[in-house]
C-alpha cells in the first residue's frame, strides 16, 4: 500500500479547489492498516462540499475506526476538472487521509441519499479501477456495498452494488466487517462472501435475487439460492443513547454545506406526512435523552470552535427537551454569547415566540418554515396538518423577533392537487409577507416549490408523478401570481430534474442499463443542473426498450409488484395503501407518537418502540388539531368533533 | 488591545483558501478560548484583520493577522492558547502586542519576498531569464478581469530579482514583488517570465517607511511590539 499523495499533488494546481482533495479535517482519524483489518473506504458519490456533512457516513467512520478489527478512510466524487486531470495522469480514485488507491481497500461502502448521484456511483468505482458491474467482479476485487436512504429501492444500482444494507448502519457495519474478516481470512470465492452477507439481516445481495417480468412489467423479485430470506427487513437500533456518534464531527479546512455543529436528537418521524419517504422508512421515533444531547452539544463546541449548532432530526421542534437544549445553550456564559442554534424542518405549529425569542439571541440564521401544501385541503391529502392560523402564527413571531425574510417549502404535482391549490401557495406566502410589513418596511417571503417525486416504501409510491408539462404550467401559475404580489419571491425546481428523479426512484432492475448508459455517455453530476442532461436518459430508456411515461407517470395497481417489494421498512403495505386511499379522501391522520397506533407495521415488526421523552407534543402549538395539545394533549383528537380535522378510519387504537 | 501573530502556511494546508485560513483562525480562537472581541449587532463577527491574500497553492513563512481582544492577554499566551488549535502546517512564530494607531497590514505592506522554484530549467537559463526582466522597461501580462482582457504592465512591481541555485529538477528564483498597486503573484511573474510556476513561498513581507524597511511585527523599535518566539 503506497501513498499516491505525489502523483496527486501536482494535480492540484491545475484544478478548482484544490483543498477538496487533501483531507486534514479537524477529527479524521488517521488510519493503520493492518492485515488483520477489514479496510473500508466511505464514498460519498458527490462533491467534498455535499458529502462531508454527511452525519451517517461520518458515524460509520468513527464506529470503523473504533474497532481493533477494522479501518475506514473516506473519499468523495471528483469534479469534473480533477477527474480529467486523475484520467490523464492515470491516478486512480484514492482516500483522502493515506491517499491510498480506492482499488487497495476490502469494502467500497456509497452512501445513497439523493438518485441523480447514481451515475456517480459508477464512476467512482471506474475510478477505483474496479469492473462497474458486479458480475464482472472477482475476489481480487473490492465488495461494492450501499446504505442510505435510497437504498430501500436498491433495484436501479443492483447491477453494480454487491450488498445493500437497509436501515440504521451502526450494527450492521460491524456484522459487515466480521463476516467480510472470516471470508478473507479462509480464503473463499467471492460468490461465498456474497452468499455469507445475504444471511446478514438487514443485508440485502441482488446477486441471489432473481427479477421475472411479464409483459414488459415486473411480477416479482424473488430468492435465487435458498437459505435467503425472501424479503429483507431494515436494522434498526432501539435506543440511540447507545450510539452518541459523531463524536469527533469532522471540521474540514474548507467551506461545506451544512457548516457547523451538527447533533442529532432523534431518529424517525411519526408525523406521517404521506410525500416523506425518510418520515416512512426510519420509523418508529427514538429521541436522544436530553442530557446526552446538551453533552453533545457541549463537547462539539468546545471541540471544533464551531459557533452555529443544528439539533438534527425530521422534525426538531418535537423534540421533548427541545425549549431547554435551545436556552441551555443561548444562555450558557461559556457560549458568551456568540453561539448560534439552528433548528431544521421546523413545523410551524411548533415554533412559538418564546423559542424564536431565543434562536434570535445570537444571530439570526434563516428561517425556513415547510406547510408543503397551499391549501387546508391538500394539506390533508398530504397530511400535513398544519393550519393557516398556525402558520401566521409562526411567520408573525419570527417578524416580531426581528427577521426580515422567511422561507417557505411547498411541493406541486401532489395527488388530488387542482389549480386552486397551486394557487394557494402564492395567496399563503403573500399572505405571510403582510403579516410582515405590519412589523419591518422591507420584507422577503421566499417560497421555495419542488416538484413531488412519489418515493418507494410510501403512501404515494402507487401515485403518478405529474408530467413535466404539467408541472412546468404549474409553475408558470405560480408565477403569474407571484408577479403581482410584494415581497414574494419565488424559486422552483427544473420539473426535468424531478422527471428523472421519479424514474430512477421508482425503477427496477432494468433501469441500471439506463443509468449505465448515462454514465457511459458522460453523465456525472446529474443533480448539478450545469451537467444534467435529459436527452442521455431519454436516449438511455430507448436503448434499454422502457417508456419515459411508463415509468414516471403512471399510476400503479393495487395489487401491482412494485420493485422495492422485497426489501421492507417494516411498513405493512395495506397500511400505505389504505394510507393512500385516507389521503385521496382527504383524511388527516395524527401523529402516533402521542396517540393511538395505527399498525403501520414499523414497531411491531421490529421488535421496538417509540422511545419518546415527552407525553405530549413538547412545543406546545395546535400540532394539526386546531387545539392546543400542550395543555389539552390528553384528549384523543378524533374526538374533536369541531377541529376541522377530518381523522381517518385506521385511527382506531390498535391494543 | 490587538495583538499581532506572525505564522505560517505550509505543505498539504497551502491549497487551502485565504478565506479558509480565515475561518480556522476563527475556529482555532474560539477553541482555545482566546477572548477575542466580536463585532455588535445582529451578525457578530470576531474582529481580526489578516494582511495580503495569498493565493491558493503558495506557502508562505510569512502570514500575519491582528487581533482584537476584550481582555488582556500576552501574546505569549495568546500563541500558547491557539497554536495547538490550528491545523498542521499552520504555526504561530511570532506575536506581539500593537500600539494603539498602528496602521492595518493592508495599508501598510509595501512589498513581499518570494522563493519561487522553478522547474525544468538550468541556471543560465533563469539568470537569462532575469536579465530580460531587469533590463526591460515594462513586462505586460493580459488577464481576466470582469469577463475583460486587461493589460498590466508588472515591472514597477518587480523590486528585485535574482537568483539562488540550482535542484534536481530546476531552479530556485528570489523576487521582491510590490504590493502597490495590486500585489503582484507569483504566477504571473513566471507567466510575465515565459517559465513555469513550481512551488512558490513567501518569505518575508515589508513595510516602507521614511526610507527604511520593518516587518510588520517590528512596527514600534522601542519595543512595546514584544516578539515571542515559539520554544520548539
Redesign the interface.
Known sequence: MTSLWPRIEPL??QVTK??R????E?GASQPVHAPGRVAWLLLYPDTYEIGLPNQGLQILYEILNERPDAVAERAYAPWTDMEAAMRSASVPLFSLESSLSAGEFDVLAFNLSAELTYTNVLNMVDLAGVPVRGADRDASHPLVVAGGHCAFNPEPLADFVDAFVLGDGEEAVGDLTEVIGSWRATGGERHDLLRALASVPGCYVPSCYEPTYAHGRLTGVTPRVSGVPERVEKRTIADLGEWPYPKQQL?P???VVHDRLNVEVFRGCTRGCRFCQAGMITRPVRERPAAQVDQMVRDGL??????EVTLTSLSSADFSGIGDVVSSVINDPECS??VSVSLPSLRVDAFTVGLAAEIQK???TGLTFAPEGGTWRMRQVINKLISEEDLYAAVDAAFSQ?WRRVKLYFLIGLPTETDDDVLGITRLAGACAEIGRRYHHNVTVTASVGGFVPKAHTPFQWFGQNTMEELRRKVGLLKEAARGTRGLTLRWHDPEATAVEGLVSRGDRRMGAVIEHVWRQGGTFQEWSEHFDLALWRSGLEAAGLDFADGVYRHRDQHEVLAWDHVSAGLHRDFLWQDFQEALAEHGLEDCRWTPCYDCGACTGLGVEHMVASAVPPAGGSQGTGQDLATGGAVPVRFLETAGVKTGSSGTRVS | MRIRARYTKVGRVRWTSHRDVARMWERGLRRGRVPVSYTAGFTPRPQLSFGLALPTGCESIAEYLDIALDEPLSPADLAREVGPMLPGGVDVVAAGVLELGTNSLQEDVSSCLWEIHVPGVDLEDLDAAIERVLVADSLPITRERKGRDVVDDLRPSVLALSSAGSDVDGALLLAELGTRPRGVRPSELAQAMGVELGLARRTCQWIERDGSRWEPLMVDPAGTAVMWERAS
Open positions: 492540484l494546481a484544490p483543498a482533495y487533501i483531507g486534514g479537524l471540521v479546512l474548507i467551506e468546545d471541540r471544533t470552535g464551531y459557533d454569547g456568540q445570537v444571530r439570526r426581528g
